[in-house]
């Protein structure tokens, strides 16, 4: 069975060197007071309800699955709705909710870092508090006060449970395509009708009342992705006081059987007739939904980070333990009858990208999280905008960059176990299959490649892409002098004018022909991936070299040096395949295939 820890100390790092959270906090008054031993406390409590309570259920959760009982009843595994009564006994779902509905009011990336280590105790799990975490950010942005006042307090508790619901059979990557239906019934509530599919945690036996954000279409709104609206729609009516009351008819019609993460009940959500209300403006549901869709770009991003950092560790402890064969150099271990496998350069090669991709991937998350905090929350409206624009260009690359790294990284994790990854009891299949589910939902990857490039780069002529890169410069000029650090800092400059050169060709090529910018898009996104990559690694190289004592940062420095040497260089092939043209691609038709 595998095991985790949380890695407390990789996290500190993160936060207290390499962002230094306790300065950006002191900028923005609602968290000016919090100190680093209050994070840190928190953390370490999170870290220990994480691998106590949740971790214990992953594989058992995996194996059993969830039961569709019958009329829309649905139960979670054994010891999901125990583990689940513990979080919101604990304020878990509080963390970073707004005081005035009960909530904490600690900043996001303390969220997030307590999402990393459940998603590595228990992905499926986590996603029943994950999107109700999302319900409560989308009607925190846009709900009216009756509303915020009626649901916010209930879903900061977690008595109540939250979930997004857009797709439906025919309609995935193209909401543009929904049907689902909202009839205005004169009072202010609506009746909603229509099948949605693949709803996560969409019932369950966790919670006492389910809140479903749902998408669907007012009489005579326009076609496409401007006629669709967004509508609270409650398992239970409550009352004013908020107690739940009469049955909904929003009824779970079945679960699938899939692939992973069989903890989490993914439902085909049926309506009829299901009474609602409007969040936000009419025709303008994507709007309000992109709130929470967002958050949960980031929040693939952190079951991403959770799942490679345990896989990782399970690896790496296998590794240290597994003997075959003498090291190359001779025997290292002459006690035993041959090497740890640690002990062989492809073992390694498999090691070191995990950590490589793990660590970056942790300090680019928690980065960018902090971002959200600054957007959200920093005085200077000029810092809120700046802040505003990074998350916004990066949250693909957060959802797909972290999500196709992890996938690569559990697969390497799996084969350091050789045969005994493919066996069950160890656990390592099942990161590979949960995993494969973050390069899909929320947005496919593709889909995250073309928002990237087509949206938020060659939209605004790469004002936001140039933001990042001034980041970057700013970086190099304070280091360049700096002993040790041309070895970072050539390979980042590099990887930053080849993206803006090719930013630069796509572009105008993109104007005669949309195909230049689909068919470039997913090498793109990899290119671009790279360069925030680089950035971070450049930047704990540099902690490193004023460490280099101390064997933290001689393994973080040694990480570095792997990135740079054996994981950027594939930014070649893409940067060619980006280029290739649309022509490659597009020429054939489709009935030649
Ligand atoms: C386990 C699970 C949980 C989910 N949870 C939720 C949930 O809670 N709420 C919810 O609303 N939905 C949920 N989904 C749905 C998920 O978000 C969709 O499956 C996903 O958005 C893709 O839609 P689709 O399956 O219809 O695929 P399609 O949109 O049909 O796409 C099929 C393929 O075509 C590609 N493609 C489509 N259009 C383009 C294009 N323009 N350019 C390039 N490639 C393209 C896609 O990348 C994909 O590879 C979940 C799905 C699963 C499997």
């Known amino acids: 069975?595998?095991?985790?820890?949380?890695?407390?100390?990789?996290?500190?790092?993160?936060?207290?060197?390499?962002?230094?959270?306790?300065?950006?906090?002191?900028?923005?008054?609602?968290?000016?007071?919090?100190?680093?031993?209050?994070?840190?406390?928190?953390?370490?409590?999170?870290?220990?309800?994480?691998?106590?309570?949740?971790?214990?259920?992953?594989?058992?959760?995996?194996?059993?699955g969830c039961t569709?009982?019958?009329?829309?009843?649905?139960?979670?595994?054994?010891?999901?709705?125990?583990?689940?009564?513990?979080y919101v006994e604990g304020g878990w779902p509080a963390l970073s909710c707004d005081t005035e509905y009960g909530g904490q009011g600690l900043p996001?990336?303390?969220?997030?870092?307590?999402?990393?280590?459940?998603?590595?105790?228990?992905?499926?799990?986590?996603?029943?508090?994950?999107?109700?975490?999302?319900?409560?950010?989308?009607?925190?942005?846009?709900?009216?006060?009756?509303?915020?006042?009626?649901?916010?307090?209930?879903?900061?508790?977690?008595?109540?449970?939250?979930?997004?619901?857009?797709?439906?059979?025919?309609c995935g990557s193209d909401l543009g395509i929904l049907k689902a239906k909202a009839e205005p019934v004169g009072d202010g509530s609506y009746l909603i009708s229509g099948t949605k599919i693949f709803i996560s945690s969409g019932e369950h036996d966790l919670a006492e009342n389910i809140i479903h954000l749902v998408l669907a279409r007012l009489p005579g709104a326009p076609e496409g992705t401007k006629g669709i609206s967004l509508f609270i729609v409650p398992k239970f009516l409550p009352d004013a006081s908020g107690k739940p009351g009469e049955r909904n008819p929003v009824k779970c019609g079945s679960i699938e059987h899939k692939m992973g993460i069989h903890g989490n009940a993914t439902c085909v959500i049926n309506l009829d007739g299901a009474k609602g209300w409007l969040v936000g403006e009419e025709n303008r549901g994507l709007n309000a939904m992109f709130v929470m869709m967002n958050g949960a770009r980031l929040g693939v991003g952190m079951q991403s980070l959770g799942l490679a950092e345990v896989a990782l560790q399970n690896s790496l402890i296998y590794a240290k333990d597994r003997v075959q064969f003498r090291a190359a150099k001779g025997p290292v271990n002459r006690d035993k009858p041959a090497d740890p496998i640690i002990v062989h350069a492809d073992v390694r090669r498999m090691l070191f990208t995990?950590?490589?991709?793990?660590?970056?991937?942790?300090?680019?998350?928690?980065?960018l999280a902090l971002n959200i905090d600054k957007e959200l929350s920093h005085p200077d409206e000029a810092v809120r905008k700046e802040s505003a624009d990074l998350v916004a260009l990066l949250t693909?690359?957060?959802?797909?960059?972290?999500?196709?790294?992890?996938?690569?990284?559990?697969?390497?994790?799996?084969?350091?176990?050789?045969g005994h990854g493919f066996i069950k009891e160890w656990g390592m299949e099942q990161f590979v299959r949960d995993a494969r589910i973050n390069l899909i939902y929320e947005g496919t990857n593709a889909i995250q490649s073309l928002d990237l490039l087509a949206r938020k780069v060659l939209a605004d002529g790469g004002a936001?892409?140039?933001k990042f890169g001034k980041l970057i410069q700013a970086f190099v000029v304070e280091n360049q002098g700096h002993a040790g650090m041309q070895e970072f800092l050539e390979p980042l400059m590099d990887i930053g004018d080849k993206v803006n050169k090719l930013t630069g060709e796509i572009g105008p090529k993109a104007q005669q022909n949309q195909e230049e910018v689909t068919a470039a898009a997913v090498p793109y996104l990899r290119v671009v991936g790279h360069l925030v990559y680089s950035y971070f690694w450049a930047q704990m190289a540099r902690i490193a070299l004023d460490n280099q004592g101390d064997d933290f940062y001689k393994a973080k420095l040694a990480t570095a040096r792997f990135y740079f040497a054996k994981l950027l260089p594939e930014t070649a092939g893409y940067i060619r395949q980006a280029r290739?043209?649309?022509?490659?691609?597009?020429?054939?038709?489709?009935?030649?295939?």
Not at 354 to 367: D, I, M, N, P
């Open 1 to 64: 069975m595998p095991s985790y820890t949380a890695p407390m100390r990789d996290i500190q790092f993160v936060l207290h060197e390499l962002l230094k959270v306790e300065d950006a906090l002191k900028e923005i008054p609602a968290h000016a007071e919090l100190d680093a031993d209050t994070l840190n406390s928190v953390l370490e409590e999170g870290a220990r309800f994480a691998a106590e309570v949740i971790q214990p259920l992953n594989q058992s959760g995996d194996e059993e």
């Open 68 to 86: 569709y009982v019958g009329d829309g009843v649905v139960h979670a595994p054994k010891g999901f709705k125990e583990a689940y009564a513990q």
């Open 108 to 170: 996001h990336f303390v969220n997030n870092a307590f999402y990393e280590m459940l998603n590595s105790a228990n992905q499926a799990w986590t996603m029943y508090p994950g999107l109700t975490h999302g319900a409560y950010e989308a009607l925190h942005a846009h709900g009216t006060p009756q509303q915020k006042q009626l649901y916010l307090p209930k879903l900061t508790s977690g008595e109540w449970t939250g979930t997004m619901c857009l797709t439906e059979p025919h």
């Open 354 to 367: 995990q950590k490589a991709y793990v660590e970056a991937g942790r300090a680019f998350s928690y980065w």
């Open 396 to 418: 693909p690359i957060v959802k797909a960059f972290v999500s196709d790294n992890t996938f690569e990284c559990t697969n390497h994790a799996l084969q350091c176990f050789g």
């Open 464 to 466: 936001k892409l140039k």
């Open 580 to 593: 290739a043209g649309s022509e490659v691609v597009m020429g054939l038709p489709a009935e030649l295939f």
